[in-house]
């Protein structure tokens, strides 16, 4: 059985940091793509980011992301990592994980991605 555990959320205020981690079991985690998605109350879930499987490691982000979060993996661990840094409040969201073996074409988009997590909030207040 597949699971994903997301951790690491929390409250933080504007310009702080949160690491997220999102732990995998039950599948060949280096043969999975893992992306992060998050949904804020009243919006449609987004997409975050993502790495690709290990075999290419190539990571995506959405534009308003860029330059702030980093996503890294530990294979060894089955475990991705979303460090997100300079939070502003719309960033606030529960963030989720999820495992699947995307194209390049279809990294962004949910219906690429099998397994998900329970997702972890996030609220970034002053």
């Known amino acids: 059985q597949v699971q994903l555990v997301e951790s690491g959320g929390g409250v933080v205020k504007p310009g702080g940091s949160l690491r997220l981690s999102c732990q995998a079991s039950?599948?060949?985690?280096?043969?999975?793509?893992v992306g992060w998605f998050r949904q804020a109350p009243g919006k449609e879930r987004e997409f975050v980011g993502a790495?690709?499987?290990?075999?290419?490691?190539?990571?995506f982000y959405a534009d308003s992301v860029k330059g702030r979060f980093t996503i890294s993996r530990d294979n060894a661990k089955s475990t991705v990592y979303l460090q997100m840094n300079a939070l502003n409040p719309e960033d606030t969201a529960l963030y989720f994980c999820?495992?699947?073996?995307?194209?390049?074409?279809?990294?962004?988009?949910?219906?690429?991605?099998?397994?998900w997590g329970q997702g972890t909030q996030v609220t970034v207040s002053s």
């Open positions: 039950g599948l060949t985690f280096s043969q999975y793509g």
């Open positions: 790495v690709r499987q290990s075999a290419q490691n190539t990571k």
């Open positions: 999820a495992a699947g073996r995307p194209i390049v074409g279809t990294i962004r988009t949910e219906t690429a991605y099998t397994f």
